[in-house]
């Protein structure tokens, strides 16, 4: 029988992700080790036809491509019953890149499309120890960071954004201990809803869908495991792939190289400079040659960051057949990035401005979130 | 709190730039604005003739779109005091998108005099090192010859629109039109030293003209220049202003200031701006298609091709609604919570 080293294998847990050596994520092979299901196009064409408007462009692309009882949800939300969603950050560093916002701008999207509640946690207790970072200063990066998350437009109106050090306690924290005998573990309690009293008060049949990268599987795998012995419903997860780095496809995006991503608090010129220099080329390394052989599409980073944030479907088929064929350079690919970027990121900005610490304040008041 | 000015000093130390300190009279350098709210700051030697609406064309911001920036972004975005605008203030967070123009001039100096963020000391450091410092907070230096005119028109786009912020400067405190008491033709600036106040009062000019300060008097703006051997004041005046009449002082030079605690949230919840910009993004695009060569091409189509491109605004527009009802929510929030029942 042949044995697979462990190096052979490509790691993907919530701390580490790598390729098998040279190579890139295997998605497939991650869906069968982890044992989640593909979200397949009927399920998509199923939210579309559910939410009466065209399903998010990180569906049509198969950037979020995976799930666990998601169905289930939609069936409940079918039958009138609505759901609640889950998502959260770990305020380390002040700068959110793109990466970052993918998860994001999907719940926003999920927010509006199904017009349902959204908590969102920001685990600055769980910082400050494992970063050895002073309460103060996590408590201030939370705050930092919630303004980015809010500038990604989530309805205030249903949003509910805590802290863990401003919010644990009451039903959160008994729901903690509850889950803590069984499991040693604390990102759970979220996912149920009498850890919301003043949100969700005698909805504890209510269930939570929880967008998140696959590599955070694992976690909410044990919260699943947990719910059925306190009587809740299991979370419902729906799982993207990684967002990848500037310089390639070999992992996930890393705060400490600053230009491995493109931040929200880059300038336009920024964006060029990174993506002109930074991005990885799929194309030949001559014209002659690129004319010849057409662009790699498999490794290309502009490309694939066109995947994610081109919305027009039938420009990027456009780009991708000229591109591939050789009839379209890499140049031309990168300045049409650069402007979707420039813009996303100009937007951003704006909405970032409008945000104040009222607004933060507001969603993080104690009030009832109508359903 | 803006930078002070030994922390600037100890951070060109550690960029092993060689300056050297004078203590002198105040010189301070222009700060302007267009009409979007983006800030530049407009550094010129003595003898430069800078002409603040042929900027605004090279610029491309069209002939009146640049004038000077009121006494409050001053100290809200370079965080420096009153008469000391200078190009170190873009060294805070605050400065991140104010524009820098140099005056070319600056490199021919063997060096040039500069205000550490405060007015009662300048540096001289000459434009090599000036770079490096703005280098290292990120900027790049950008030196123009600001006596050039070139003509901007339809084939000569304006040669320094890539200086124009990419987006606006957020005020805690709107700057809405200026009034006319805002347009002070005369220019007050504050001279101070360590040893006695020196007061001027720098009189409007025409254009064409340079102009001496006289005598001033507790400021509304900025001023400045510098040259290599010391400092003299020079005075930009916007253009818009040389038709009127010379207004009496003081009592105009007061600005007036937005209701005390404005904050940024009203703007965004303006009924009124949401509206004109919804309707001005539509409109830009019916008539950027709307052209004869469209008509010709698209005939009869040229109705749905306007009407799917205003269509494609929607995401544009829904981020933007986005916005204005968050605001307009955490402002109810804000009223509930500061609700005192009434007493009966």
Redesign the interface.
């Known amino acids: 029988m042949e044995q697979k080293t462990q190096e052979e294998d490509q790691i993907v847990t919530p701390w580490e992700v790598a390729a098998e050596k040279g190579g890139k994520i295997d998605y497939d092979k991650l869906i069968d080790k982890f044992g989640c299901q593909r979200l397949d196009q009927s399920l998509i064409d199923r939210v579309a036809r559910l939410t009466g408007r065209p399903p998010h462009v990180f569906l049509r692309r198969g950037v979020f491509f995976a799930h666990r009882d998601f169905s289930d949800v939609l069936d409940a939300y079918e039958r009138g019953e609505k759901f609640y969603l889950y998502t959260g950050r770990g305020p380390s560093s002040e700068a959110l890149h793109l990466g970052h916002l993918v998860p994001f701008m999907f719940t926003k999207y999920l927010q509006d499309a199904f017009k349902v509640p959204l908590v969102i946690q920001l685990t600055d207790d769980e910082k400050c120890m494992w970063k050895n970072l002073t309460v103060e200063e996590s408590q201030r990066l939370a705050r930092e960071n919630a303004k980015d998350i809010i500038a990604c437009g989530f309805d205030v109106s249903r949003t509910f954004i805590f802290s863990d050090f401003d919010y644990v306690g009451g039903s959160f924290y008994k729901n903690m201990v509850r889950i803590a005998k069984c499991v040693t573990y604390n990102k759970a309690a979220p996912s149920f809803p009498s850890s919301f009293p003043h949100l969700f008060s005698g909805k504890d049949s209510l269930r939570c869908l929880i967008p998140c990268a696959i590599d955070q599987d694992p976690y909410f795998r044990m919260t699943r495991d947990v719910a059925p012995r306190l009587g809740y419903h299991k979370p419902a997860l729906i799982e993207s792939s990684f967002f990848p780095a500037l310089q390639g496809e070999t992992g996930k995006m890393s705060a400490s190289d600053p230009n491995s991503a493109i931040y929200v608090t880059d300038s336009a010129k920024d964006i060029k400079n990174k993506v002109n220099r930074y991005a990885f080329s799929g194309g030949q390394d001559s014209i002659e040659n690129h004319r010849k052989y057409g662009a790699n599409l498999e490794v290309d980073i502009p490309v694939k960051y066109l995947g994610f944030f081109l919305d027009d479907d039938a420009e990027l088929e456009h780009i991708r057949t000229e591109y591939g064929a050789g009839r379209m350079l890499t140049g031309e690919v990168k300045k049409r990035l650069i402007e979707v970027l420039t813009e996303l990121v100009e937007r951003h900005r704006r909405a970032r401005a409008a945000v104040t610490d009222e607004s933060y304040a507001c969603m993080m008041g104690s009030r009832h979130a109508p359903l | 709190m803006g930078l002070t000015k030994e922390q600037l000093l100890a951070r060109l130390q550690e960029l092993q730039i060689v300056f050297s300190q004078y203590e002198h009279p105040v010189v301070l350098t222009v700060e302007a604005q267009d009409k979007k709210q983006r800030f530049y700051i407009v550094s010129a030697l003595a003898e430069t003739k800078v002409d603040l609406k042929v900027l605004s064309q090279r610029l491309g911001l069209g002939k009146g779109g640049l004038r000077m920036a009121p006494e409050e972004a001053l100290a809200e975005i370079l965080q420096v005091p009153l008469g000391c605008v200078t190009p170190f203030a873009l060294v805070n967070d605050s400065a991140r998108n104010v524009s820098l123009l140099l005056d070319q001039g600056f490199k021919s100096q063997e060096c040039c005099f500069f205000h550490p963020l405060s007015n009662d000391m300048s540096i001289a450091l000459n434009a090599r090192d000036l770079d490096k410092f703005l280098n290292s907070i990120g900027k ?1 230096p950008a030196y123009v010859d600001l006596e050039a005119n070139p003509t901007v028109g339809k084939d000569q786009p304006p040669d320094l629109a890539n200086l124009v912020p ?2 606006a400067a ?1 005020l805690a405190v709107p700057v809405e039109k200026q009034g006319s008491s805002q347009g002070s033709e005369k220019i007050h600036i504050s001279v101070n030293n360590q040893q006695n106040a020196v007061t001027g009062y720098i009189c409007r000019m025409h254009h064409n003209d340079t102009f001496r300060p006289k005598l001033s008097s507790r400021n509304l703006l900025f001023v400045h220049c510098c040259d290599g051997q010391s400092m003299v004041l020079m005075c930009i005046v916007d253009l818009s202003l040389a038709s009127k009449a010379v207004k009496p002082s003081n009592a105009s030079s007061t600005k007036e200031k937005s209701s005390g605690a404005a ?3 009203i703007s ?1 919840a303006d009924t009124d701006k949401f509206v004109e910009e919804i309707l001005e993004k539509t409109k830009s695009i019916v008539l950027s298609e709307i052209k004869e060569e469209n008509a010709e091409k698209y005939r009869e189509q040229l109705a749905t091709l306007v009407s799917n491109n205003i269509s494609k605004l929607g ?2 527009l829904k ?1 933007i609604a ?2 204005f ?3 307009a ?3 109810g ?2 009223a509930g ?1 500061h609700h005192q029942p009434k007493r009966t």
Do not use: A
């Open positions: 790049t990419s987006d957020v904050s940024s949230s965004y995401v544009e981020n986005t916005i009802k968050n605001t929510y955490t402002e929030f804000k919570i």
